[in-house]
């Protein structure tokens, strides 16, 4: 294959930046433009090695950078293929520049994503693994972070891994009753097959379950604050944002006066909505209208209502209260440091059936309560834990749905008697969806569409 080489790092200045190059003749490319300070053969360096020197230009023979290569040889390397990493350093135009030279000297540019897409077709990692990779990168939260590197390690590759092994084990199955019909063994082959079935559907149920809890993690749980002018919104803000163990990040592709950010506590990823609206009020330079608010009440997945828990309930309020009555939501009556808050026991919020919690945003009190009520709203107990296998991709889970629908065909095919080879066929569906996951059997339009999601240099 063709010698690729990208700038790997983001750009941007940086203390370093890397240019990868992979392929056969890496190192040929390589060598007409580095000179390492001590000189040696292709043959005596070894994989993993760093060695150090400088760039140059080749025309010019000027020099462009100081530099550290790693060298790592075929097949031991990202790709499977010769590769080297030139640690140079981070100004973009330096980086541009070497990687000007290394196209000069024969390298193509890769195409985003095409690196781990080597990796793949050269078989040293499923499509799931690479898929994996991706999402670690984009990771927004930690738990999600561990969700992708389990993957990457191979843990969803290896569940599937077992789940073909008993397909293909029923397919032994019906091949013998195929096989050898005299012996009349096709009743207890069907009960058999019909039982390991339900197993196999049983697991894939449970993997297509997992993805709501990795779809939170992955996307967050789309959050609204709302509550009347100085019921406390933006000193609810700042008691969760204060939050010791709070990772805070943009959602992708807005700035930093973004209207939904990230939050991560305890492990439970929040993605506040509308966030510079509460901060403003902060500022008083414009106060957030409810009316917004309701408005973006439709498509959140939960709804944090705050009341200031000293005064009576106002029309507004009862607004409100109208409006969350058939969502997920939790009330908060704020203000408990001032003492009693007699609106605990309004009967009005108590019939909402919602939970109530009393907190003081500004003392940060009750926050924790808070938190532990939204992990039992949202069933979020086992995120808490790191041992279930969570899918996270929706690409995965399709396949995975499309493979469990096979398997009730089947079932429905042995129920109602019909020929085995019937079922031989519709295990074969099973497969092929799984296998999809993998890799094992994609089209090329799949997997360009899956690599053209990566990063450049990656
Ligand atoms: P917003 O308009 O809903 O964003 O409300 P703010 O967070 O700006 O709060 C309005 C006023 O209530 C401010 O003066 C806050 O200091 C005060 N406040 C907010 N939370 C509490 C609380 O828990 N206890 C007390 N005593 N005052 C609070």
Redesign the pocket.
């Known amino acids: 294959m063709n010698t690729i080489a990208a700038i790997s790092t983001a750009t941007g200045t940086g203390g370093i930046g890397i240019i990868r190059m992979s392929g056969e003749n890496c190192f040929q490319i390589l060598e007409k433009i580095f000179i390492p300070k001590k000189k040696q053969k292709i043959e005596e360096i070894k994989g993993y090695q760093i060695k150090y020197g400088t760039i140059i230009n080749q025309n010019t023979k000027e020099m462009i950078d100081e530099v550290l290569v790693s060298y790592f040889k075929a097949p031991k390397s990202y790709t499977t293929e010769n590769m080297c990493e030139i640690n140079s350093h981070g100004g973009s135009i330096i980086l541009r520049m070497i990687l000007e030279e290394c196209l000069k000297a024969g390298a193509i540019l890769a195409e985003p994503g095409e690196f781990t897409k080597r990796a793949f077709l050269n078989g040293r990692i499923d499509l799931s693994q690479a898929e994996s990779i991706i999402d670690l990168i984009n990771a927004k939260t930690t738990r999600e972070a561990k969700a992708s590197a389990k993957q990457l390690e191979g843990e969803l590759s290896r569940k599937i891994g077992t789940i073909r092994e008993s397909l293909l084990d029923i397919m032994a199955d019906i091949e013998a009753s195929i096989d050898y019909p005299e012996y009349d063994i096709e009743e207890v082959t069907n009960h058999q097959v019909l039982e390991k079935i339900k197993k196999i559907k049983q697991e894939l149920e449970q993997l297509e379950k997992s993805y709501e809890t990795g779809k939170i993690l992955k996307e967050g749980i789309k959050t609204v604050i709302i509550?009347?002018?100085?019921?406390?919104?933006?000193?609810?803000l700042n008691a969760i944002l204060k939050e010791e163990r709070a990772i805070v990040s943009d959602i992708e592709g807005t700035t930093r006066d973004s209207i939904e950010e990230m939050v991560t506590i305890k492990g439970i990823p929040l993605k506040l909505v509308d966030t510079a609206g509460?901060r403003k009020?902060?500022d008083q330079i414009e106060?957030i209208g409810v009316d917004r608010a309701l408005k973006l009440l439709q498509e959140a997945e939960l709804v944090i209502m705050?009341i200031d828990g000293t005064k009576p309930l106002e029309e507004e309020d009862k607004e409100i209260l109208q409006k969350i009555k058939e969502r997920n939501a939790i009330i908060l009556l704020?203000?408990?440091?001032?003492g009693d808050l007699s609106l605990e026991k309004s009967a009005m919020l108590c019939k909402l059936n919602k939970p109530i919690l009393k907190?003081?945003?500004?003392?940060g009190t009750g926050i924790e309560k808070m938190y532990e009520k939204i992990v039992e709203m949202f069933e979020l107990g086992n995120l808490q834990t790191d041992s279930e296998t969570l899918i996270t991709n929706i690409r995965h889970k399709n396949q995975i749905h499309k493979a469990i629908l096979s398997c009730e065909k089947a079932e429905k095919t042995i129920k109602e008697n019909m020929p085995v080879d019937i079922i031989a066929v519709e295990m074969k569906e099973v497969l092929e969806s799984l296998g999809e996951i993998t890799g094992d059997n994609v089209s090329e339009d799949i997997i360009n569409e899956i690599f053209r999601k990566f990063c450049l240099g990656k």
Request: aromatic share 0%; no cysteine.
């Open positions: 509550g009347k002018p100085n019921s406390g919104k933006s000193s609810l509460i009020t902060e106060k705050i704020n203000k408990m440091d001032r907190i003081s945003a500004k003392k």
